[in-house]
Every structure is written in structure tokens, then in C-alpha cells.
């Protein structure tokens, strides 16, 4: 285990569990992912991109389960996955002590501090990690609360990249990279 499950309370009063990833979510994430991405604004992937199943899923949470650069992070509310959060490092030699971050929460989760709450257990696994020296990220200039998390957390401002969202998402903007030194 690489991180301990710990659970949490919103700024609502909910409860929440933010734990590990296992293999035996892998259904469980595939759905709230696949409703994050039919229901997000801001993400830069495209609905007919999830086409996983849940047999490549549970490959995926396996891969980063056994990678000691890379963690997977679970949000719960009464059982249920609310939100995901992964730190992926790479495996190759020359790039090992890089990782990329993503998240997603359910709408109704979005705006309470829980983005707050992966990302401070994200990065705090992450300084442990000996390997890890930078983390990079790719969000949405239009999502401006991100943007804030990720800036209040010491993620810098390092590019853009223009016209990255599927022309049929409602804020079709560039996104930014950004990268924090560990």
C-alpha cells in the first residue's frame, strides 16, 4: 500500500474516503468516469475516446498498482466512486523521475474541496517518492477553478496549447501546461 485510506469531511459536511485504487474498482471507476467525462465542460477527452473495458481497466489499475512511480487515488461517498485522481510515472530510464497528473470528480462533488483533498494526498505521496522530481498536468484555461487548485498547490504556468477540446464540448478552449517542482 502507498497510501493509507483516510477519510475526510467536505466543506458540505459529506464524508468521504479517499483511498487507493484497486483492481476491484475497476468497474466501479470506468462508470464514474465515463459519467465525469458525458457530464465536464473542461476535460480535453472526448466521450467516444472511453472505450475501454472493464478487462482494461482493471490492466491500467494494475500497471499503476505495480509501478512504484505511479499511484491511483479513489474518492468514495457511501461506497460509491466519486472521483479519481492518477499520478502516472514514467517507466523509461531518462524520464523516470517525471509523473503526469489527472483528475476527475462527479459534478455534483465538484466545488466542495475534494480536488483539494486528492491533490494534497497526491503530491504528499509524490515528495515521499524518491524518483519523482516534477509533475506535470494539462487542464483547461476556461476552468479557472482548477486552474487555482493546481496554482495554489505551486503548479507554475508552462505552455499552452490551443484547440485541444472535441469541438462539441460547451468550453471549447486552449489548455495549459503545468509543472511543480518536488
Known amino acids: ?7 475526510y469531511e467536505l466543506k458540505t459536511g459529506e464524508k468521504v474516503l479517499i483511498r487507493e485504487g484497486t483492481v476491484a474498482d475497476s468497474e466501479a471507476l470506468l462508470e464514474t468516469v465515463r459519467e465525469y467525462v458525458l457530464t465536464s465542460r473542461y476535460l480535453i477527452v472526448a466521450p467516444d475516446e472511453l472505450e475501454n473495458t472493464v478487462a482494461d481497466e482493471a490492466a491500467w489499475i494494475k500497471e499503476l498498482r505495480q509501478n512504484p512511480n505511479s499511484l491511483l487515488l479513489l474518492a468514495l461517498h457511501n461506497g460509491a466512486v466519486i472521483g479519481n485522481l492518477d499520478l502516472t510515472g514514467s517507466g523509461d530510464e531518462y524520464e523516470e523521475q517525471s509523473g503526469l497528473i489527472t483528475m476527475g470528480i462527479l459534478q455534483a462533488y465538484q466545488n466542495k474541496g475534494l480536488g483539494s483533498l486528492m491533490l494534497r494526498e497526491a503530491l504528499a505521496w509524490a515528495r515521499q517518492n524518491h524518483q519523482l522530481q516534477v509533475l506535470c498536468l494539462q487542464v483547461q484555461r476556461a476552468n479557472k477553478s482548477a486552474v487555482r487548485l493546481y496554482q495554489k498547490a505551486g503548479f507554475k504556468v508552462e505552455g499552452k496549447q490551443p484547440d485541444v477540446a472535441p469541438e462539441d464540448q460547451v468550453d471549447y ?6 509543472t511543480l517542482n518536488l
Open 1 to 7: 500500500m502507498k497510501v493509507a485510506a483516510q477519510e
Open 173 to 178: 478552449s486552449e489548455s495549459i501546461i503545468m
